[in-house]
């Protein structure tokens, strides 16, 4: 992984021969020992690292971690539910679920947001 800042702090991310710009990610997926980058233009991207690899860079720039398997930037959030389906829903449509043990930590962070 090779980190970009440029003038204007619009920090990049270089997977293989790809360059990524962070606000361009909606969310990462974990799949066993490889991620998978979804995209605001629909492409995703499989890396042969863990979502730990990438765990800290993300989170210092606007992500969340609902579960074990995901990463979520904040910016595509559309809708949260942490009653009944304890789900978050992305501007693409797609569902996130959110561990258990993450429904308090995450409604004390939007609260403290608001």
């Not at 979520?72 to 539910?81: K, L």
């Not at 389906?85 to 409604?107: A, E, W, Y």
């Amino acid at each position: 992984m090779t980190i970009t800042i440029k003038k204007e702090q619009i920090c990049e991310l270089v997977i293989s021969d790809q360059t990524i710009c962070i606000k361009e990610i909606e969310f990462v997926q974990g799949v066993g020992n490889y991620s998978k980058f979804y995209l605001n233009d629909g492409r995703s991207i499989v890396t042969c690292r863990t979502l730990k690899y990438y765990e800290q860079f993300l989170i210092e720039r606007g992500f969340i971690r609902p579960s074990k398997s995901a990463i979520v930037n904040v910016n595509s959030i559309q809708t949260i539910d942490f009653n009944r389906q304890k789900t978050i829903k992305l501007s693409n449509d797609q569902n996130i679920s959110i561990s258990r043990r993450q429904v308090k930590p995450l409604r004390d962070l939007f609260k403290a947001m608001a």
